[in-house]
């Protein structure tokens, strides 16, 4: 055995015994060793709180999503605003990220997803009850939705890292996927809710229990016992620190990769989802019914891929399931482009999410993987800038390519963009050499 290797092993015994010691051991739900063997991040104590607490939570993000989408349009009847207040939302996170990841680095992850986490649910039920006493007209709902993204693009960087400090570095190629299947198991749920919601009682509920949907989290999150708490870089400079992490970021091959394919993505891919009420009124003519049940088909093909992905945690070569992913999604997109029919619809959108899962969550984890632990906030925050930072962009160009032709012809543009990029990507053979390396810096 190399002395590499018995460091490794060394390394994941003493992990262990940190572990066990932080935890006291056991997870509150004893899982078997079947589902441990596949998801091994369950075996964790911190883990299962967070994962309950968060999917409450995110079925209420997305209550808030499809309610704000539903509402813009109720008011304007314009797709280019429905783009727009979608694009003012996610702007803070191409502006304010780079700079979140320096807090990130620098404070308590947990003492800073709770006041993230507050923040925003003060602001969804502020929302919720100004919709609900007809108070609130365009301009004030793109504030609310501005101020709650500056909240945001400090909490996803902070949510993102906090995952090494739950489970440590042996379980976190498990741990990554799982945490995103979250958000696409409620992504199965929310929309078909926020449709009920929307249609039964009016938009203003699915801002309201988005703000109740954060309190199990943040009572998970308070119960977390951390792993790891490393320390900040207190004596460096914010500036420097900011620069340390840009640096790191472009000039590492794998992290600057897969920088360009989150950017290409977020252009060409992720804006489908503020164009699809658009689509359910004027393509389907099925309402906010039809529209949640629209969305739900492409949220239950994205857990079905998270599920797929999560089981392949251990393999070391994600090119191939990026490559995989990036191709499913781009041709079921291109399909849809050219559908009429209803229920076809819900088929391709679901082979859609599954594609855009398996790509999205591989591309997380070898960030993540990438990154050294003193500096993964910050590079995180320059990924996300570059990916969700970008959405903007995206929304604001495909708000304007459907206004000019129509919603269901700017996302069949958008596929062809992807599948673009993804064949440049294949003919250098950069999909070939996509290896995991955990940095331990």
């Known amino acids: 055995m190399s002395y590499n290797r018995k460091m490794a092993k060394v390394d994941v015994i003493e992990e262990d015994l940190e572990i066990t010691a932080a935890t006291a051991g056991a997870a509150p739900m004893p899982l078997p060793g079947r589902v441990i063997s596949i998801f091994p991040a369950f075996a964790h104590r911190n883990f299962q709180l967070y994962f309950a ?3 409450i939570s995110l079925i209420g993000f997305w209550l808030q999503q499809i309610g704000i989408g539903w509402f813009v349009f109720q008011l304007t ?39 993230t986490q507050s923040s925003e649910a003060i602001l969804a039920v502020f929302l919720g009850l100004l919709v609900l006493f007809s108070q609130a007209g365009l301009p004030l709902v793109l504030i609310i939705v501005f101020v709650n993204g500056i909240v ?36 199965f749920v ?40 490393y320390a900040g870089q207190t004596d460096k ?94 041709l079921a997109f291109m399909a849809f482009s050219l559908n009429k029919n209803f229920i076809a619809a819900h088929a391709l959108l679901f082979i859609a999410g599954f594609g855009m899962l398996i790509f999205i969550s591989s591309v997380n984890t070898l960030v993540q993987l990438a990154s050294p632990d003193h500096i993964r906030g910050r590079v995180m925050a320059v990924y996300l800038t570059m990916f969700v930072g970008i959405m903007p962009l995206g929304n604001a160009v495909m708000g304007v390519l459907a206004e000019k032709t129509s919603s269901i012809f700017a996302i069949g543009i958008g596929a062809a963009g992807i599948l673009l990029v993804g064949a440049y990507f294949y003919s250098k053979g950069i999909f070939k050499n996509l290896v995991i390396e955990s940095s331990r810096a």
């Open 53 to 55: 607490g968060q999917s």
């Open 77 to 115: 009847h314009s797709p280019f605003w429905v783009g727009t207040t979608a694009a003012v939302g996610g702007l803070p996170f191409l502006v304010f990220t780079a700079f979140a990841g320096v807090l990130v680095d620098k404070f308590k992850k947990q003492k800073l997803l709770i006041f």
């Open 152 to 187: 945001a693009a400090i909490d996803l960087p902070a949510r993102l890292t906090f995952i090494v400090e739950m489970v440590g570095k042996k379980d976190l190629p498990s741990a990554i996927p799982l945490n995103i299947s979250i958000f696409n198991a409620a992504r």
């Open 190 to 229: 929310g929309p078909a809710l926020a449709g009920f919601l929307i249609a039964k009682f009016g938009v203003g509920w699915t801002f309201i229990l988005n703000g109740i949907s954060f309190l199990p989290a943040i009572l998970a999150i308070m119960m977390i016992r951390p792993i790891y708490l």
């Open 237 to 330: 400079h914010p500036w420097e620190s900011l620069k340390e992490g840009i640096k790191y970021s472009f000039s590492h091959p794998l992290v600057f990769y897969m920088m360009i394919l989150g950017t290409a993505s977020a252009i060409f891919l992720w804006p489908y989802q503020t164009l699809m009420p658009v689509i359910a009124d004027r393509v389907f003519a099925s309402g906010a019914q039809g529209l949640g049940s629209l969305l739900s088909a492409a949220g239950a093909g994205s857990l079905a891929g998270a599920i797929f992905t999560s089981a392949q945690s251990r393999r070391a070569n994600k090119g191939a399931l990026i490559f995989f992913g990036l191709l499913t999604a781009g």
